[in-house]
């Protein structure tokens, strides 16, 4: 017991040391730093951020098609909930697409199983759009939500243009990555070897366009959720994303 209780003070005392550079600028934010329990994860709580509150996580990844660790984060907007659309990459979407079939092909299987992430089910649910303006985000990224209307007035504009700009380096060919807009909140989630502080920025600022311009759409909902130029038909999903 002693010397498990000496192993996990120096590895959460090595890590402290390793990500000081992270705590530093969350501090300076406004947000507080805290290392998971097992003192090989961190997570950043900031609950007046803007454009909401914001929590960031690094660890164990909590989803089978994240090897290793992964960054996840959500920001809480409190946004109409049939606001449901998502962009990932596309080779991520590709054999997500394949182990959706294979279960719904499966002899011993007549559905989805409920525990299915969203992001699987999604791929399943919702239409796909495929026309978004920039070339670079059409090739680099799958595009799926409740309408097509919904899901082009979200990516179309400031958003569309950070997906290019992340393309470029930030999340390069073949990187698994996530970001969806349900219940109301902002979700990002992708893979992360090692927690590196101007990635850990950078992907924060993306949630952050994403966010507003999902304020943007949101804005153009009637109460009912009909978006202008169609009717929306919401399906909400019944689990959850992970613990964030």
């Given at each position: 017991?002693?010397?498990?209780?000496?192993?996990?003070?120096?590895?959460?005392?090595?890590?402290?040391?390793?990500?000081?550079?992270?705590?530093?600028?969350?501090?300076?934010?406004?947000?507080?730093?805290?290392?998971?329990?097992?003192?090989?994860?961190?997570l950043i709580e900031h609950p007046g951020a803007s454009p909401g509150p914001l929590?960031?996580?690094?660890?164990?990844?909590?989803?089978?098609?994240?090897?290793?660790?992964?960054?996840?984060?959500?920001?809480?907007?409190?946004?109409?909930?049939?606001?449901?659309?998502?962009?990932?990459?596309?080779?991520?979407?590709?054999?997500?697409?394949?182990?959706?079939?294979?279960?719904?092909?499966?002899?011993?299987?007549?559905?989805?199983?409920?525990?299915?992430?969203?992001?699987?089910?999604?791929?399943?649910?919702?239409?796909?759009?495929?026309?978004?303006?920039?070339?670079?985000?059409?090739?680099?990224?799958?595009?799926?939500?409740?309408?097509?209307?919904?899901?082009?007035?979200?990516?179309?504009?400031?958003?569309?243009?950070?997906?290019?700009?992340?393309?470029?380096?930030?999340?390069?060919?073949?990187?698994?990555?996530?970001?969806?807009?349900?219940?109301?909140?902002?979700?990002?989630?992708?893979?992360?070897?090692?927690?590196?502080?101007?990635k850990v920025q950078a992907l924060v600022r993306l949630l952050e366009t994403a966010?507003?311009?999902?304020?943007?759409?949101?804005?153009?909902?009637?109460?009912?959720?009909?978006?202008?130029?169609?009717?929306?038909?919401?399906?909400?999903?019944?689990?959850?994303?992970?613990?964030?």
């Amino acid at each position: 017991m002693v010397v498990k209780q000496v192993k996990h003070w120096l590895v959460t005392r090595a890590n402290a040391a390793r990500w000081r550079p992270i705590q530093e600028w969350a501090e300076a934010r406004g947000a507080e730093f805290s290392q998971t329990r097992d003192g090989q994860g961190f997570l950043i709580e900031h609950p007046g951020a803007s454009p909401g509150p914001l929590r960031v996580e690094w660890g164990v990844s909590q989803r089978s098609y994240l090897p290793g660790t992964e960054l996840r984060m959500r920001c809480e907007m409190g946004l109409h909930p049939d606001l449901q659309t998502m962009v990932l990459c596309r080779a991520l979407m590709e054999n997500l697409e394949r182990a959706v079939f294979e279960a719904y092909t499966d002899t011993l299987k007549t559905r989805v199983d409920t525990d299915t992430p969203e992001e699987m089910r999604w791929l399943v649910m919702f239409p796909k759009f495929n026309h978004a303006a920039s070339q670079i985000v059409r090739q680099r990224y799958g595009i799926v939500g409740v309408t097509k209307e919904l899901t082009g007035a979200w990516v179309d504009g400031e958003l569309g243009e950070a997906l290019v700009q992340a393309s470029q380096d930030l999340l390069p060919e073949g990187h698994p990555f996530v970001l969806m807009c349900m219940r109301g909140n902002l979700y990002l989630r992708t893979e992360m070897a090692e927690a590196d502080l101007p990635k850990v920025q950078a992907l924060v600022r993306l949630l952050e366009t994403a966010a507003r311009e999902a304020r943007r759409v949101n804005d153009g909902l009637s109460e009912t959720g009909v978006w202008p130029t169609t009717t929306s038909i919401a399906w909400t999903p019944s689990t959850r994303l992970g613990d964030t």
